[in-house]
């Protein structure tokens, strides 16, 4: 459930082929302004949360509500290294851990039902184009807006960096690229922290990351 008080008003009209939004955002009798809104939907990215096996590149949800559970596969052929796993642990708890995000690890995952774990992490390149270090989708869409279980892939060989997690992971709670901010902003605009692009090796959430999140969830 998205929290409505001294947070970024949102009325949305969803449907299964598009969403359409009007914000009105009141913030201690301030208006809200951050430096660009990057957190879907914007005016340039409103393709609806959709159910996929596969990312086909088009990062378009948000997560199902402010507590966020993630799991990091310890098993199988997708199983991240020890090394891997302490990454996303450090990055959900230093980067997202602090936002109005209540972050926890689940130590044993859920795949389906009414409490599925939020983000499943896998190393795998399945899927991935050969410029690409990594992708989220929705495995589960609970409605044009939000998601019940993400993935987020990345590929093994030193790709498991903390700037990657953290910009996949943003992807996950609903965070875009500079070229589909509102207003638009170069992709590798540093004001966008992690979620610019090429996302450097130790990158993590920016005041306006940060900002956007905290008046969403």
């Not at 009798?29 to 660009?36: F, H, L, N, P």
């Not at 086909?56 to 310890?74: H, R």
């Amino acid at each position: 459930m998205l929290k409505t008080s001294a947070k970024r008003l949102s009325v949305r009209a969803i449907c299964l082929a598009a969403v359409t939004f009007v914000t009105v955002a009141v913030t201690a009798g301030v208006a809200w302004a951050a430096y660009t809104d990057n957190m879907y939907p914007t005016q340039y990215e409103q393709t609806a949360c959709f159910s996929e096996s596969g990312s086909d590149g088009q990062v378009s949800c948000q997560t199902d509500n402010s507590a966020l559970t993630y799991y990091p596969d310890e098993s199988g052929s997708n199983a991240l290294e020890a090394v891997d796993r302490t990454v996303v642990h450090r990055v959900l708890a230093d980067q997202f851990g602090p936002t109005d995000l209540t972050v926890s690890y689940d130590s044993t995952p859920s795949y389906s039902g009414n409490a599925e774990t939020d983000i499943i992490f896998e190393e795998s390149s399945t899927g991935l184009s050969s410029s690409a270090a990594g992708m989220t989708f929705c495995n589960n869409a609970a409605d044009g807006l939000r998601c019940d279980q993400q993935y987020i892939r990345i590929r093994g060989g030193g790709y498991y960096t903390s700037g990657v997690t953290c910009h996949e992971t943003g992807h996950a709670v609903g965070l875009l690229h500079g070229s589909s901010a509102s207003p638009r902003k170069s992709n590798s605009d540093e004001r966008l922290g992690c979620m610019e692009t090429p996302t450097d090796h130790f990158e993590g959430l920016e005041a306006n990351n940060i900002e956007l999140i905290n008046n969403t969830y």
